[in-house]
T-cell receptor, first 117, second 114 residues
Framework: GNSVTQMEGPVTLSEEAFLTINCTYT??????LFWYVQYPGEGLQLLLK?????DKGSNKGFEATYRKETTSFHLEKGSVQVSDSAVYFC????????????????FGQGTILTVHP | SAVISQKPSRDICQRGTSLTIQCQVD?????MFWYRQQPGQSLTLIAT?????????ESGFVIDKFPISRPNLTFSTLTVSNMSPEDSSIYLC???????????FGSGTRLTVV
């Protein structure tokens, strides 16, 4: 089956620190990979995505590279801000061999990030 | 991407009662999804709702407990029936809009059952 494993949190950092949140996956078929962010009191927002091996997704200073050899999609940011405090979810979606998809996203357990001034 | 209005945003309900959550989208969408996010947990898909057909439920979720309606391409409801404290969660709807990667989530309904 499909599954996503994220590093356990919570993660607490000082402003301007470097951030890494690890994400590994198992999947049947050909996964696309996503990072979603959930700010306090809000719904999930797509942060970035990668659809094939070696793709790098990036947005708002965050980056993640689709590593097929290590089945990983780690999230990084060089200098975090207080406003980055949120819950981050790694997710995948699998296409079947015919290139179609059921449409279901499989989420990791989420990592709470708190950034202090 | 689509804009979703989900309501209520939160509610506190008595055990044994039912709550209906509404999800309104500003454009026509093919697939709509209902997720549950239990406290401190990840999102778990409850069911997928396509217009004009019965919802497809994931393992562990049944129609009697979580009936879903999808009367048209812009609207869906999820009812949490005969609630118990274990149903206290955030419930989110999501849509798959234009393009393969066009997933958008509502802001969620925070349900507390007492």
């Amino acid at each position: 089956g499909n599954s996503v494993t994220q590093m356990e949190g919570p993660v607490t950092l000082s402003e301007e620190a470097f951030l890494t949140i690890n994400c590994t996956y198992t999947a049947t078929g050909y996964p696309s990979l996503f990072w979603y962010v959930q700010y306090p009191g809000e719904g999930l927002q797509l942060l970035l995505k990668a659809t094939k091996a070696d793709d790098k997704g990036s947005n708002k200073g965050f980056e993640a590279t689709y590593r097929k050899e290590t089945t990983s999609f780690h999230l990084e940011k060089g200098s975090v801000q207080v406003s980055d405090s949120a819950v981050y979810f790694c997710a995948l979606k699998v296409l079947d061999a015919g290139g179609t998809s059921y449409g279901k996203l499989t989420f990791g357990q989420g990592t709470i990030l708190t950034v202090h001034p | 991407s689509a804009v979703i209005s989900q309501k209520p945003s939160r509610d506190i309900c008595q055990r044994g009662t039912s709550l209906t959550i509404q999800c309104q989208v500003d454009s026509q969408v093919t697939m709509m999804f209902w997720y549950r996010q239990q406290p401190g947990q990840s999102l778990t898909l409850i069911a997928t709702a396509n217009q004009g057909s019965e919802a497809t439920y994931e393992s562990g979720f049944v129609i009697d407990k979580f009936p879903i309606s999808r009367p048209n391409l812009t609207f869906s409801t999820l009812t949490v029936s005969n609630m118990s404290p274990e149903d206290s969660s955030i419930y989110l709807c999501s849509v798959r809009g234009q393009g393969f990667y066009g997933y958008t989530f509502g802001s969620g309904t925070r349900l507390t059952v007492v």
